[in-house]
């Protein structure tokens, strides 16, 4: 098998978590990870084997002074890649395109750049088939993909008219919790709608959506809470069925314990999971309610890792090497292990 020789600039929350994910398929190689920095992130990739090149030409300097395995620059690392991930912080990966470009490497942003940068925001579930073969595209957010999971999981079973949305925001990262964030205060975002609803139109033009969004003093992750106008009346179950049939949505309840999101997150670590990462939207089964056309939810985002197996099945968009998104979809969620009810799952847990 002819493998995808995938390079991951960045090697930050998402970039560690990329190269993690690209080392576990079949059909992918890693072809290296740069940044700038030479801290523990680094230290840890050299310990991986990861193939590791400087950023920068300053990056090279600092890297090998602190003992880094310096393989080359950026420009040697896109010599063998045929994809390149860019993991980079917020607007840097704008400046890099053009790098990109130049190389003639087909390249993969995120949520934290604007969709002009590419032209094409990417959800698995949605739009796979336009991605095929294009140069670049971008992988929306992690709030903005869980709405595009969710409602599109409604809107796939004809059940969704319009969905209203309040987005309660993790205030850091939590590896960055002792730089920033925020205590004992709660902070609206300025705008109503706030980013994620006009970003998820990006992915499914029609979507009647409006999102609110608020920052509160925790770090981690971002609960979402929807209130949906359905198309017809619909049962309880019917609802439920319709998220079942989506992917990477998987049940937690409040019944189990799971009461909160430190909850959902100390499940993950009990369940083996690496870093202890939530992929999936984890969507409380026994808190979600339906009314006539009305149907209410609740459902947490892990903003760290929910973007990875989207990130995936992109680099097989772009590089043409999978037609089928079912088929990509059903690969990557078997090697990283997402599932569909958490507990009553019974799938061995990983030691």
């Given at each position: ?38 801290d523990y992130r680094l230290q840890v990739a050299a310990q991986r084997e990861f193939p590791i090149h400087a950023a920068t030409a300053e990056a090279r300097e600092s890297m090998r002074a602190a003992g880094l395995p310096v393989a080359g620059d950026l420009a040697d690392l896109l010599a063998h890649a045929d994809v390149v991930v860019d993991c980079t912080p917020k607007k840097v990966a704008a400046v890099n395109k053009g ?253």
């Amino acid at each position: 098998m002819n493998k995808v020789r995938v390079a991951v600039n960045g090697y930050g929350v998402i970039g560690k978590r990329v190269a993690d994910a690209v080392a576990l398929q079949e059909d992918m190689a890693l072809a290296g990870v740069a940044d700038v920095v030479h801290d523990y992130r680094l230290q840890v990739a050299a310990q991986r084997e990861f193939p590791i090149h400087a950023a920068t030409a300053e990056a090279r300097e600092s890297m090998r002074a602190a003992g880094l395995p310096v393989a080359g620059d950026l420009a040697d690392l896109l010599a063998h890649a045929d994809v390149v991930v860019d993991c980079t912080p917020k607007k840097v990966a704008a400046v890099n395109k053009g790098v990109y470009d130049a190389a003639g490497v087909k390249s993969i942003f995120h949520g934290g750049e604007s969709h002009a940068l590419t032209g094409h925001s990417f959800v698995a579930q949605e739009n796979y088939a336009t991605a095929i073969g294009r140069t670049s595209t971008r992988v929306v957010s992690c709030n903005t993909t869980s709405i595009v999971r969710t409602l599109g999981a409604l809107r796939t079973a004809g059940l969704l008219k319009r969905a209203r949305g309040t987005l309660i925001r993790r205030a850091s990262d939590p590896w960055e919790a002792h730089a920033e964030g925020i205590i004992n205060t709660l902070v609206p975002e300025k705008t109503i709608p706030s980013h994620q609803g006009p970003d998820a139109r990006t992915v499914i033009p029609d979507l009647d959506v409006v999102t609110i969004a608020v920052k509160a003093p925790h770090n981690s992750s971002h609960l979402h809470t929807w209130w949906v106008e359905l198309t017809r009346p619909a049962t309880r179950d019917e609802v439920l069925a319709a998220f079942r049939a989506a992917p990477r949505i998987a049940f937690v309840r409040s019944s189990d314990g799971l009461v909160a999101l430190n909850s959902t997150v100390e499940l993950m670590a009990d369940l083996g999971r690496p870093r202890g990462d939530l992929w999936e939207v984890a969507l409380w089964e026994d808190v979600l309610s339906v009314d006539g056309d009305q149907v209410y939810y609740t459902y947490q985002v892990f903003n760290q890792a929910i973007v990875i197996p989207e990130t995936i099945d992109a680099i097989r968009a772009l590089s043409g090497i999978e037609a089928d998104p079912l088929v990509s979809m059903a690969r990557t969620d078997s090697s990283l292990g997402l599932r569909r009810d958490f507990i009553r799952d019974r799938v061995p847990v990983r030691r």
